[in-house]
């Protein structure tokens, strides 16, 4: 019997059975005026989107959502979102397994990938964030595999409504201390649960690859690369490996 999922309070659940992307939904309804905290979510994306352009395989049984978000800060803050997001999704992994966090927003847990988050800002005329959409995606039931993928999945179990009514109360907590504390507090904690400093890894920056030492992650979430030529900050990119 199927049911859906309760939220925190004062957040709107829409719900579909099947949908292109969440993210593409939320961000009609956030350009139509949707409040904070709509939440969009389908049992099945057909055309679910990844970071840099890849597909996000969305069969039925895992959960596939999307947050609006209308935080009224500068633009240059909106990616500290996506950092609160991954903190969520990690929120739902048991203690017992192996949980590491990746830049920017991975999270991996026994050295698969088990969720990932599509942030999607638009900017207001006088420069501040319109708003967010938070496309979050957790692999619940199945793992999908991609050829295109840098690790293997990894799933949650339970089921997905569960799964959703987690993320949602775990991200309105991180929200909340967002706006309470700041990212200085997002950055903390997402450290706490990144690779260990020095840990090699690559970073592919277009057609450059770069290696070198994970150094942590600055204040405005950029990441902190030490390599042979000094210290790098990379503001975009992806990490190869699975350190870090
Ligand atoms: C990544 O590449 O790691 C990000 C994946 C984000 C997937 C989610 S599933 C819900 C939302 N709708 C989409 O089309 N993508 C995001």
Redesign the pocket.
């Known amino acids: 019997m199927s049911r859906t999922p309760v939220l925190p309070d004062g957040w709107t659940l829409v719900a579909f059975d099947s949908v292109g992307?969440?993210?593409?939904e939320a961000r009609r309804l956030a350009e139509a005026g949707a409040a904070e905290g709509t939440f969009v979510w389908a049992r099945k994306?057909t055309?679910?989107?990844?970071?840099?352009g890849?597909r996000?395989i969305?069969p039925v049984g895992n959960l596939?959502?999307?947050i609006v978000l209308r935080p009224a800060c500068v633009a240059a803050r909106a990616a500290e979102l996506g950092f609160a997001a991954a903190l969520s999704v990690a929120d739902l992994v048991p203690p017992r397994r192996d949980l590491r966090l990746k830049w920017p927003?991975?999270v991996l847990v026994d050295g698969g990938?088990i969720g990932?988050?599509?942030p999607e800002t638009s900017i207001g005329e006088n420069g501040l964030v319109d708003y967010v959409v938070l496309?979050?995606?957790v692999n619940v039931a199945l793992a999908p595999e991609l050829p295109e993928m840098r690790y293997p999945g990894a799933k949650l179990g339970g089921s997905v409504e569960k799964a959703a009514e987690r993320l949602t109360a775990a991200l309105a907590r991180w929200l909340a201390r967002w706006r309470r504390e700041g990212f200085e507090e997002i950055r903390r904690c997402w450290l706490d649960k990144a690779g260990p400093l020095g840990a090699e890894v690559d970073v592919r920056l277009g057609e450059e690859l770069v290696h070198g030492r994970f150094a942590g992650m600055d204040g405005e979430g950029a990441l902190l690369l030490e390599t042979s030529d000094g210290r790098r900050r990379i503001v975009s990119g992806e990490l190869l490996g699975r350190a870090a």
């Open positions: 992307s969440t993210n593409d994306q055309d679910g989107r990844g970071r840099r890849r996000w969305s596939y959502c999307s927003n991975d990938k990932g988050i599509l496309g979050i995606g």
